[in-house]
């Protein structure tokens, strides 16, 4: 009887370690230059497209919920420009997050860019990303020089969330 429960567990330990295997053989990596077009074409639409959206939104919700704003802003030309600045700035980082956390988790780990190559971001452990997931890897990407983590396989926002962008085709 005991040899039983010793082979059972056995098994069962070849079958994690299988598993294991699985895991870490059935994917292939994103290569550098996918992973550079994810980041060239998610970055155009961000900039351009959702920037463009989110500009007209928030100038419209102004114009009607506080118009004096806009005119003491429009009066004071060096208010005017430090103000807007930082309104640029507040808006390309909400569209960054808002973006990457909303495509990576409502998608399954595409983005547009990563559709357009291929590529799908999915967690080490090969599951499907989380909100949390999806969510720490869009506040990792804000870090300074993180662009230039993308010359290894596993960006700081990939090793930093336990994620990763392996070929989906």
């Given at each position: 009887m ?36 994810n ?5 155009i ?52 997050i ?19 190559t ?18 720490l ?17 596993l960006?700081w ?13």
């Open positions: 005991e040899q039983n429960s010793e082979l059972n567990s056995n098994i069962e330990q070849k079958d994690l370690l299988a598993d294991d295997a699985y895991i870490n053989n059935h994917f292939v990596y994103a290569t550098q230059g996918q992973r550079f077009l980041y060239l074409i998610d970055n639409l961000m900039r351009y497209g959702l920037s463009y959206l989110t500009g007209i939104a928030i100038g419209t919700l102004l114009a009607v919920a506080a118009p004096e704003f806009l005119n003491n802003l429009a009066e004071s030309e060096s208010n005017w420009t430090i103000g807007m600045l930082l309104v640029g700035l507040l808006v390309g980082i909400l569209n960054y808002v973006y990457y956390t909303i495509c990576e988790k409502l998608f399954r780990g595409y983005t547009l860019g990563k559709l357009i291929g590529t799908r971001a999915i967690r080490q452990d090969g599951n499907e990303l989380t909100f949390k997931d999806a969510l890897r869009s506040l990792c990407r804000l870090v300074p020089f993180e662009v230039f983590s993308g010359f290894n396989t960006t926002h990939d090793s930093w969330t336990e994620t990763m962008v392996i070929k989906a085709r």
